[in-house]
Every structure is written in structure tokens, then in C-alpha cells.
């Protein structure tokens, strides 16, 4: 595949002229004449010469039509969900996604756009991120909202750091129900400036008076719900922050975090209209009270008036970010998601006040129709009791890895095997993209897998 | 020309004499400063009670796109903060000389103060910069 | 064009709302209804809004025309790589294979996305010299904390728990030092030379035993390529340093050189900006980190293996850890790789040929017009200063934003923070001559309205939605989302 380099100012005639490059070689050559030079090398002449044009061994370039191709054969080797049932879960789910979105979010004027740095140019996009900020709280319960995180994990792991400078303290307490990768993120953020991290069960909180947050999520990593108001209770009787990872979705019935005293709540936007695509990108959600404003993290954009008077947005307490404050800054984040900030905002605004309600009750109903069954089938049982919304962990007879693989065989996705949490554990996730008939045959396939 | 009742460092702090008795002074940023900075959103000053040291820093004071850091002029306790400054840190901007000052400070020693630059030398200072 | 009736925008969603209105049908429930939870743990209100769908596109729609973007805009913010973004990428990341695919499903269920991240991994380690790669890591800032880390845990493996300190170019990017304080370092301020090149006196001052390593960005953010390079990552390696490169700068350096020929030992890519996928109005980007092999062991957690005949997700034997929820953003990897795959070899060349071409041309047109501080060859992008303007009365900032009227995104200000009145331009290779030519006489143009009519720029921008928005009233009273009381 090694090929050498073609002269690009086409003296030789193997020039390769790009579709998304318009400079001709005459163009280059009238460019080059302006700078009394004849050969593009000669602008390249400040790296080292030994290290100048090494061998770049890169396949040739292709058509559109070979890429589509190509692409093509790559994307049919996966099993799409839109193939058959799945009941997977476990931090990426699967729900309805109004086809609104996709036309509005590939919209160059979105997409094509750069952080809006410079508002009088960006006004599309400041009133957007406006508008999540204002739809995030209203959903979560709380004061205000950022602009977004990258996901659902790097966004809990900021909250854990932000509770750190908020308190002075330097232990963060995670409950062993919150999402194992969740908390290995945390982990990593926190193992270089020296927080320790620990894990308790929330039956029985174990926090002290070096305690900066106890880091819980709602619904919990199996699909339950918490005694909240209790968890956040003691997180404050010790002086530290409650922190809360939430599904959006479930706050389409459920009681809101910040009815709990949560003082930070986070989240993963993918169920507000983001597709699953292997696990990225998606957008974080975040969430504070007023009073710790300057110690959050990420872009805010602020409503204020033009020197006419007119309303419009900036991005706003600007000191806190890396560009302004560089090594104290609340976080390096400066690139977010902003695109599916849009996404999220879009869902929310299509969705609205009926259907996310009808969204979060579907989800509701259909996953307890199926634990019930499932809980009843020889050999299985459900070993966690108490409220749920849309997961939950089943006991299987065998192996879950294995049950999974004679489900593929019916095209049916299986959920995620968590045996090393729960004994022959399996994760289902039950959602409103489920109908009966998908149910009834995962349940039909069960039954008759020992 | 900078008020001559007072005395000034070269991080552009001022601190004036109130009660020379009570060793108590008032401290705040010159007009130079405030003019570099531009429009003031913000100040993050020391708590009554907070022991503050003789260049040390006491606290930020922000713009728009910018920080900087805040040093007290003088050793001692603060006794007070001016509380206008939480809703209107703009009187910064307006008259950092009189409204705007930012805190009052009981002196562990008052004499530390004639090491700072007078009015003079200040304006003289900022000329150059 | 103006928009009437409810496609004008200023009305927010929530002041949108008419009660009984709904933008979706969802379909009814078809399993028996359950039992509900103790309404405890119900609630009552859901603040959300109640709009029909057509009024949410048009509201969207109309937002929309309120931007600049790529493809409507000259777009030449300096270090932003603002390059065309290719609508083939975005249809192959949104193909149901791609976009359709759940993280956890097992792997046999996505041989092809691995397969696709294998090649991705390829790609970069080969054009970056640095063959280690690890595509989890979700911006570019993201990126530096990753390979900041591997630094760390570089040194910490060989028992070397003395290197707290990490040396930044006063040039570089905020995101630098913030990312070296978050690994846990202390950031120390290397000055840059009279060319714009790093002070190697001053580096050599502080590589001694404490020196974890340094961060340079190159080209420098000056647009400069640093001609002491190979003697600073010499400098740094000689005191056990290890050196990161800030890959912001790429687009000048593909097929041209190696950062790993150079001495680099671990780098970033923003393949938002390099490698042509769409910055979405601040996200999502990919910040892949790529290493030496020594640094291999310690990449971040998954990278993707072949084994036999099958791809699988592995971590790294010493691996810093996760840094995100699952494999990267896999959308912004399928459509940098299939850049990569359209261009080939000739076109990645071409890129820096033509971005390099494109810059130069453009500062030698302005030079004499507008100052510049480091007159020598630039790469992709020419820093300038306004400072002759400024002296007739206008800055960078007003001169910036006069620009918006001619129909051009402003380039970066006051960036890097060694220039006074920087105004930092990158014109991209995936512009015409014609759009560079006509951004310079606007350029031109203004020069002459600073002397003939400094109040119109000093007003300016004339013709964009809003005009300067009251920044200190934002900061100062901040109003962060729409609340009910504010609506009367």
C-alpha cells in the first residue's frame, strides 16, 4: 500500500485532485507565483529535513461511490437494533426517536457551526443551549443546567470532583448499585489529584465528616429505585453533597431529584433522542443549585439584551473554563456535545408534557408485564425486590451468556449478563420500542432455555 | 492622579488609614486596575474574621474574560466586607476610589503600610507600564 | 429574511405552549396495565412544553438561520480547523449498522464497527508515527487528560514519584494547563523566543528531575512550526521527561511529518478538526490519544484487538482506566475514517499542501496592511495584530466583529495571549481562491473604514440578528433558563 508521495503542484502529472479540495494546480502555481516561490515543498522547509515527507503508508483514495461501498459492507456485518427485540440496556436505551430530529440536527447551519464564541453569529445556537439548560432543570428538579458534558459517565465523574471543591473535602462515597463503568470513570478522574474513592452499599451508608458527596443513580445500575429522600438525608447530615445520576426518561412519571435535596444531578441525554451508535456520541447532563454556579463545570449560556435593547444569548461565566482560568479552571471540557444537546432539546420540545409521561409509562408497564412473567418461569426468579422503571435484574438457571446466545439464534437480543454482580444475573430492559409480541417471545425463548 | 490619602502596591491594591487608633484600614484596586479590567461581574473576597497577610493573596475579582488575583496591602484580621459589592460590583468600575472599596481590615501593624507606594510613585508606576 | 407569525423565534418553547397540544403520537399501551408505584415516588408536575411537531421545525429551523456555519459562512477561526465537512460521512454514520448498534452487544454482533476502529486505530498510528491508539476519548481536551495520565503512570510505574511538575508553551491553548492540573500536575510557563519558536534556555531551566514532561502544540499557535523541536524533545528526554503534542495544529503537518520521527511520545488528534467531522456548534468532537509503543500499556480502556480472525475490546495491560461510558464516539469515528478512506494517501497530503498554500497566500496579501508580529512562513494559519489599526482607533475585537457584515466569521481573538490584538486566521485548504480573495479585500476594506469611518466598525456588526450583546449584565445577573415569573 506504501505509495509516494504525488507532486501536488502537478509538474510531474500524477496529480490528485480531491473533491473537497478546490485549488487547481494552476490556482497553486498563480498562489505560488504571489510568494516567489514554484513549489509547495518550499513552505515546508522549516521541518528538519531528515524528517520531512516520510513514507505514508494509507490505502489510495476512492470514489463516493466505492466509500458507500465499502461502508456499506462494514455496517451490514453488525446486528443493527432495528433487526428484532433487544433488551439491552444498561446506560444506552433503546427508545422511539421522532424523525424530526435528524433533518433539524444535519441542518448545516447546526452542524457545520463552531462554538459560539462569537454571539451576534451564533444566536441559533446560544438559544438552544438556552433552552436545554431551561428544559434540564425543569426535567431534573434543580436551579440550573449546563451546557452539556461528553456523556453520562465523564459528567457524574465531574460532579464527584466539582462536590470535592465545593466542600474542601477529599473522599468521594459511591453506592455499589451505581453503573460499574460509571464508577471505574470516577476512578480514573480521581486517582491523580489524590480523592479517594469508596464504595458503600446504600443499605447502610458508612460517610463521615471527610466525606465530599455520596454519588448515587436513580434509577439505580439494576433498574431500581433508592430511598432517596433517606440517602441524600444522611449525605447532608455529614455536610456533604448528594449526587445523582438520573435517567432522563424516568422523569417522565418519577419524582425529581431535586425534590430530594439532590445538590448535583447528572445524566446521560441518549434517551432523549440520541441513537445508540456503538456507545457514543452522546451528551451529559448537568444539574446544580444556584449557590454553587461558579464552581460547575462546562459552557452556560445567559440571556441578556443587544445595546439596542433587543434580547439576546451569550455565553456567560466564562472565568470558570480553561480559556479564561487555564490550570484552576473547573474542569479542561471545553469541546462538549452540543449537537445532541440540540438533539436532546428537540426530543424534549416533540415530546413534551404528554409524551414523555406516556414514554416513561409505557416503558413502566411493559417491563413489569415482562419481570412478572419472567419472575414466574421455572427456574427463574427476580432476586432484587422493591420499585423499578424500565430494567431489571433476572436470576437465570444457567449461564447468561450462554441463554444469550441460543436467544440470538430466535433474533432475539438478550440483556446484559451481570454475574459477577449477581449470581447467573441478567440485566433486561424493557422499553416502549418492545411490543407484547417481542415480550411474549422472549418469554416464550426462556422458558425453554435451562 | 490617584488620591494622595492613601498608599498603593504594585499589584494595584490601595489601603487608606480609617481609624489610625484602631489600626483599622480600608482596602480596595485602584482606578488603573479597574480600567484594565474592564467591566467587574465579580468578587470573591475574604470572610469577616479571615486573617489576611501583607501581599498575600485575599481573594479574585473577575470580568468578563478575565481574573485576577487580589493581595492584601496590609497584615491583619478583616472586620468587614463591603457587602454593596455582592449585588453591584460594578461601583468598582464607577468609583473604586470611595463606593467601591473592598474590605476593612484591623492591622496587625500599621507601619507596614509606609513601605507602599504614595500616589505619586504609583501614578508614576502605571505611566510606565 | 424575516420570519412572521410563530416562526419568528424570540418566543421561548415554554412561552410556546398551549395546553392540550402534542408534538408525537406514541403508540397505546398493549400489555395489561400494572401496578403503580406508592404515588410517593411520583410527580405531579412535568414542566415541559405542549407544541404541535410543525411548530418545533419551525422553530428549530428558524433558530438555525440565526448561525454562521461552514455552509453558509467563510468560517477562518484560527486554530479551529473550520474545513468542509463532507455529507457522505454523515450518511454513513447514520446508516442503521452504524448508528443503530447498542455498546454492550456482544461482540460477535459487531465485528464490523471494530473492524472499522481497528483500521481508525491504523490510520492514525500511521499518520502520526505514534502507533499506540486509543479511540476513547471523547474531545480533544478529553484527549490530553488521557495522555497526561500516561504520562503519569508512566513514570509512577518506574517508581519515579518526584515528577510533578509539567512545562506549557505560554502560547498554548487553556485546555493544556487545565488538563495537566487535572493529572495532578503542577504547571509550570515556558516563554517563547523572539521567532515564536520555545525558549530552550528556558526550558532547559526546568527540565530536571521533577519534570514530568512538557505539552506542545505544533504548529505552535502561533501558526509557526517550532525549528527547535527535535532539541526540546532532546532537552525533555534527557531529563526523563516524556513530551505530548497538542495535535489542535494537524491539519498543516498530514503526510508532511511524524510527531513520533520528531520525539514525541504522546499526542492528541481532534478529528473535529482535522479529519473534517462537524463541530455541531461546540461538540461532539474525538480526541483519540496516540503513543509510543513503550507508552502502549497504559492507553485508556477499550482499544480494539484482532485476534485470530476476530476483532475484540481489550484493555490495555496498565491502562489509566475508562475515561468514558463506552468505546469512544464511535458517529465522529465513522466519519473521520471514512475521510481518511476517501482522501488516501495523495488527498491527506493534499490537505496540508493546500491549507499551507492557502495561509501563506493569504498573509503575504495582508502583509503590510496588518502587523505581524512573527514574520516568517506560517503553516495552516497567520497570526496578525490590529495593533496599527488600534493606534487609528479600532481593535482586534471591533475589526472582528466589522467583518461579520462583509459575510465572513471573524477570525480568533486575543488568541494566543503573547500577541497584542491577535487576530488568528485559518483559512483551511477546502476554500476557494476566489472566498480567500475576497475575505482579504474585506480585510482591506476595513483597514480603510478604521482611518475614513472608525465609528461604523467600532459599531459593527450592522446586519447579524443581534448587535454586541451585554456581556457584563450576563455575568453579572446571570439568567440561565426561562422561569415562569420572568414571563409576565
Known amino acids: 500500500m506504501t505509495s509516494t508521495r504525488p507532486n501536488i503542484t502537478g509538474a510531474n502529472g500524477d496529480h490528485f485532485q480531491s473533491h473537497y479540495i478546490p485549488n487547481t494546480t494552476s490556482e497553486q502555481a498563480e498562489m505560488l507565483a504571489s510568494l516567489g516561490l514554484d513549489s509547495i515543498d518550499q513552505l515546508f522547509t522549516d521541518i528538519p529535513a531528515e524528517f520531512r515527507d516520510p513514507a505514508l503508508d494509507l490505502p489510495a483514495p476512492l470514489s463516493e461511490l466505492d466509500i458507500q461501498r465499502e461502508l456499506g459492507d462494514l455496517a451490514a456485518k453488525n446486528r443493527p437494533l432495528s433487526s428484532g427485540p433487544s433488551f439491552l440496556g444498561a446506560g444506552s436505551y433503546n427508545h422511539f426517536i421522532p424523525a424530526i430530529i435528524k433533518p433539524l440536527i444535519t441542518r448545516g447551519e447546526f452542524l457545520t457551526a463552531y462554538t459560539p464564541y462569537q454571539a451576534e453569529a451564533s444566536q441559533g445556537t446560544l438559544q438552544v443551549i438556552y433552552e436545554f439548560q431551561t428544559l434540564i432543570c425543569n426535567l431534573y428538579g434543580m436551579e440550573v443546567a449546563n451546557a452539556g458534558m461528553y456523556d453520562g459517565a465523564t459528567s457524574l465523574a465531574e460532579a464527584a470532583l466539582m462536590a470535592c471543591r465545593v466542600t474542601k473535602r477529599e473522599k468521594v462515597v459511591l453506592a455499589d448499585t451505581v453503573s460499574p463503568t460509571y464508577a471505574a470513570v470516577i476512578r480514573t478522574y480521581c486517582q491523580s489529584q489524590d480523592i479517594a474513592v469508596e464504595t458503600v452499599s446504600p443499605s447502610a451508608p458508612n460517610l463521615d465528616a471527610k466525606t465530599a458527596c455520596l454519588v448515587l443513580q436513580y434509577p439505580n445500575f439494576f433498574g431500581y429505585i433508592e430511598d432517596l429522600q433517606s440517602l441524600a438525608d444522611a449525605a447532608h447530615a455529614q455536610g456533604a453533597l448528594a449526587v445523582i445520576s438520573c435517567d432522563p426518561t424516568a422523569m417522565g412519571m418519577f419524582q425529581t431529584p431535586g425534590h430530594y435535596g439532590a445538590d448535583i444531578v447528572t445524566g446521560d441525554g441518549q434517551p432523549l433522542g440520541i441513537p445508540a451508535s456503538y456507545g457514543g456520541p452522546y451528551v451529559g447532563l448537568f444539574a446544580t443549585k444556584q449557590e454553587y454556579i461558579r464552581q460547575m463545570p462546562s459552557r452556560l449560556s445567559g440571556r441578556t439584551v443587544d445595546k439596542n435593547g433587543k434580547t439576546g444569548y451569550v455565553l456567560t461565566l466564562q472565568t470558570r473554563e480553561q480559556h479564561i482560568r487555564r490550570e484552576r479552571a473547573t474542569s479542561n471540557i471545553c469541546t462538549n456535545e452540543a449537537l445532541y444537546a440540540l438533539a436532546s432539546t428537540i426530543y424534549l420540545a416533540a415530546m413534551g408534557k404528554q409524551g414523555l409521561r406516556q414514554v416513561a409509562e409505557l416503558c413502566y408497564h411493559k417491563a413489569h408485564y415482562a419481570a412478572e412473567k419472567i419472575g414466574r418461569l421455572p427456574g427463574y426468579s427476580l432476586p432484587m425486590s422493591g420499585p423499578f422503571f424500565q430494567e431489571f435484574v433476572v436470576q437465570c438457571p444457567s449461564s447468561p451468556t450462554e441463554i444469550n446466545k441460543k436467544l440470538i439464534e430466535r433474533n432475539i437480543m438478550g440483556g446484559l449478563d451481570v454475574s459477577d454482580q449477581v449470581p447467573n444475573g441478567m440485566l433486561l430492559c424493557v422499553t416502549e420500542m418492545n411490543s407484547r409480541e417481542d415480550i411474549d417471545a422472549l418469554i416464550t425463548a426462556l422458558s425453554e432455555f435451562k | ?129 | 429574511m424575516k420570519q412572521g407569525g410563530n416562526r419568528q423565534t424570540e418566543k421561548l418553547l415554554m412561552e410556546r405552549s398551549v395546553p392540550g397540544r402534542v408534538g408525537t403520537v406514541l403508540p397505546d399501551l398493549d400489555v395489561p396495565a400494572q401496578a403503580m408505584p406508592d404515588s410517593a415516588l411520583l410527580r405531579d408536575e412535568l414542566p415541559l412544553p405542549e407544541v404541535s411537531e410543525p411548530e418545533v421545525v419551525q422553530y428549530f429551523t428558524g433558530l438555525s438561520l440565526l448561525n454562521f456555519s461552514i455552509d453558509t459562512h467563510f468560517y477562518p477561526l484560527g486554530s479551529c480547523t473550520m474545513k468542509y465537512n463532507p455529507k457522505v460521512n454523515d450518511e454513513i454514520a447514520f446508516l442503521p449498522g452504524f448508528a443503530g448498534i447498542h455498546p454492550m452487544q456482544p461482540v460477535e454482533q459487531s465485528q464490523g464497527a471494530l473492524d472499522l476502529l481497528h483500521r481508525l486505530q491504523g490510520f492514525l498510528g500511521e499518520i502520526t508515527g505514534l502507533p499506540a491508539v486509543s479511540l476513547a476519548t471523547l474531545a480533544g481536551a478529553h484527549g490530553e487528560l488521557g495522555g497526561m495520565l500516561m504520562i503519569r503512570a508512566h513514570h509512577l510505574a518506574n517508581g519515579d514519584t518526584g515528577r510533578t511538575k509539567v512545562a506549557i508553551p505560554d502560547s498554548a491553548h487553556g485546555t493544556n494547563p487545565a488538563s495537566a492540573a487535572m493529572a495532578g500536575f503542577n504547571v509550570v510557563e515556558l516563554a517563547s523566543d523572539k521567532n515564536g519558536n520555545v525558549d530552550l534556555e528556558g526550558l532547559r531551566q526546568v527540565a530536571g528531575p521533577d519534570l514530568a514532561g512538557v505539552m506542545i502544540t505544533l504548529p505552535s499557535t502561533l501558526g509557526l512550526f517550532d525549528t527547535n523541536i527535535v532539541e526540546v524533545c532532546r532537552i525533555v528526554h534527557e531529563a526523563g521527561g516524556l513530551v505530548y503534542g497538542d495535535g489542535a495544529n494537524m491539519n498543516a503537518l498530514l503526510g508532511r511529518v511524524k510527531l513520533g520521527d520528531l520525539g514525541f511520545d504522546v499526542a492528541h488528534l481532534n478529528l473535529h478538526k482535522t479529519f473534517s467531522t462537524p463541530h455541531g456548534g461546540g461538540g461532539p468532537g474525538a480526541g483519540p490519544v496516540c503513543a509510543t509503543q513503550q507508552l502502549a500499556p497504559y492507553l485508556a480502556a477499550p482499544t480494539v484487538t484482532k485476534q485470530g480472525g476476530a476483532f475484540a475490546l481489550s484493555t490495555p495491560e496498565k491502562s489509566i482506566g475508562k475515561l468514558s461510558s463506552f468505546h469512544g464516539n464511535f458517529g465522529v469515528l465513522v466519519r473521520a475514517y471514512t475521510y481518511i478512506r476517501t482522501l488516501g494517501d495523495a488527498g491527506i497530503q493534499s490537505i496540508s499542501a493546500n491549507a499551507v498554500l492557502n495561509a501563506n497566500y493569504m498573509m503575504n496579501a495582508l502583509r503590510g496592511t496588518y502587523h505581524l508580529p512573527y514574520d516568517r512562513t506560517c503553516m495552516h494559519e497567520a497570526v496578525f495584530s490590529a495593533d496599527l489599526q488600534k493606534e487609528r482607533g479600532s481593535s482586534g475585537l471591533e475589526i472582528a466583529k466589522r467583518l461579520l457584515d462583509y459575510g465572513f466569521h471573524a477570525p480568533t481573538m486575543y488568541f494566543p495571549l503573547i500577541v497584542h490584538e491577535a487576530l488568528m486566521i485559518e483559512p483551511t485548504e477546502s476554500e476557494t481562491k476566489e472566498t480567500i480573495d475576497a475575505f482579504i479585500q474585506a480585510l482591506i476594506d476595513i483597514d480603510r473604514e478604521v482611518t475614513e469611518n472608525t465609528e461604523l466598525v467600532n459599531s459593527a456588526p450592522h446586519s447579524t440578528p443581534v448587535a454586541r450583546l451585554d456581556e457584563a449584565r450576563a455575568a453579572r445577573q446571570p439568567d440561565l433558563r426561562w422561569k415562569p415569573e420572568a414571563a409576565a
Open chain 2, 1 to 129: 492622579m490617584s488620591p494622595d490619602d492613601r498608599r498603593y502596591t504594585q499589584e494595584h491594591e490601595w489601603v487608606m488609614i480609617e481609624d489610625a487608633a484602631a489600626k483599622i484600614a480600608v482596602v480596595g484596586i485602584t482606578d488603573y486596575a479597574q480600567d484594565q479590567l474592564g467591566d467587574i461581574v465579580f468578587f470573591e473576597l475574604p470572610k469577616v474574621g479571615d486573617t489576611v497577610a501583607h501581599l498575600g493573596k485575599m481573594g479574585e475579582v473577575e470580568s468578563v474574560k478575565a481574573v485576577s488575583d487580589l493581595f492584601s496591602p496590609v497584615d491583619g484580621e478583616v472586620t468587614e466586607i463591603n457587602q454593596k459589592l455582592l449585588d453591584h460590583p460594578e461601583l468598582v468600575n464607577e468609583d473604586p476610589f470611595g463606593e467601591g472599596w473592598l474590605i476593612k481590615v484591623t492591622m496587625a501593624d500599621a507601619s507596614g503600610v509606609e513601605g507602599l507606594m504614595s500616589a505619586q510613585d504609583y501614578d508614576a508606576y502605571t505611566a510606565g507600564l
